[in-house]
């Protein structure tokens, strides 16, 4: 097992970040590498991951629930996520597998904020749910709106989040940046403009440089 595989094993990492910034990608590539330093990976992603959490997922991002408040989608977050803590990462990390998770709570910190509810108010509804947890590092994707938007265009169709207007989520990656900048210990920001590859090492680089 290499250094790294040592310093990340039971640790809880997430990639996030605004519509179209890859995380998904990204996030297959980098769990292949950690596997390839000797680490044991569980994948997962927010909200799903669990039979409870994909059907609150469905309900979530279906178009056809456009009168859904943002009150709701909070709550129904919070609940697809303390059942992936439950039944996913939590006995993974008990077994010193590092979890990589794609999305978790700044995620709703930076769509539901945008939508205009309080990110405090989104945080305390968070520790209600899942108390004094918190991910080992979050990696924030990063991009403009308008070119995540683009090439969620060019891929597919928009969901009920992606369809809310280039002003929505130009708010959204401002409160996925002030996250990272209210808390450089346990957040990290990637560029993820340019080549897969490009990103995936600048992603790499974050993990080597990270003291945990």
Same mark, same amino acid.
């Given at each position: 097992? !290499?250094?790294?595989?040592?310093?990340?094993?039971? @640790?809880?990492?997430?990639?996030?970040?605004?519509?179209?910034? %890859?995380?998904?990608?990204?996030? @297959? =590539?980098?769990?292949?590498?950690? @596997?390839?330093?000797?680490?044991?990976?569980?994948?997962?992603?927010?909200?799903?991951?669990?039979?409870?959490?994909?059907?609150?997922?469905?309900?979530?991002?279906?178009?056809?629930? %456009?009168?859904?408040?943002?009150?709701?989608?909070? /709550?129904?977050?919070?609940? !697809?996520?303390?059942?992936?803590?439950?039944?996913? +990462?939590?006995?993974?990390?008990?077994?010193?597998?590092?979890?990589?998770?794609?999305?978790?709570?700044?995620?709703?910190?930076?769509?539901?904020?945008?939508?205009?509810?309080?990110?405090? !108010?989104?945080?305390?509804?968070?520790?209600?749910?899942?108390? %004094?947890?918190?991910?080992? =590092?979050?990696?924030? =994707?990063?991009?403009?709106?308008?070119?995540?938007?683009?090439?969620? !265009?060019?891929?597919?169709?928009?969901?009920?989040?992606?369809?809310?207007?280039?002003?929505?989520?130009?708010?959204?990656?401002?409160?996925? =940046?002030?996250?990272?900048?209210?808390?450089?210990?346990?957040?990290?920001?990637?560029?993820?403009?340019?080549?897969?590859?490009?990103?995936?090492? @600048?992603?790499?680089? +974050? /993990?080597?440089?990270?003291? %945990?």
């Amino acid at each position: 097992m !290499s250094d790294l595989a040592k310093k990340l094993a039971g @640790r809880f990492l997430v990639v996030d970040g605004p519509d179209g910034a %890859g995380k998904s990608t990204q996030l @297959r =590539l980098l769990a292949d590498w950690l @596997r390839g330093q000797g680490l044991s990976v569980t994948e997962t992603r927010d909200p799903g991951g669990t039979a409870v959490g994909d059907r609150i997922r469905t309900i979530l991002l279906d178009n056809a629930h %456009g009168e859904m408040s943002v009150g709701c989608e909070v /709550l129904l977050y919070m609940a !697809s996520r303390t059942q992936l803590m439950a039944e996913v +990462i939590r006995p993974a990390m008990e077994s010193d597998r590092c979890v990589l998770c794609d999305r978790w709570v700044s995620a709703t910190v930076a769509y539901q904020g945008a939508g205009g509810t309080d990110p405090k !108010s989104v945080l305390a509804m968070y520790e209600l749910a899942l108390p %004094g947890i918190r991910p080992d =590092l979050t990696i924030i =994707l990063d991009l403009p709106a308008e070119t995540g938007l683009q090439r969620v !265009s060019a891929s597919r169709g928009h969901d009920r989040m992606e369809a809310k207007g280039l002003e929505f989520h130009r708010r959204v990656r401002e409160l996925f =940046l002030h996250q990272a900048r209210e808390h450089p210990d346990r957040f990290a920001v990637a560029d993820a403009a340019g080549s897969v590859e490009d990103v995936q090492a @600048r992603l790499r680089q +974050i /993990l080597n440089r990270w003291n %945990g």
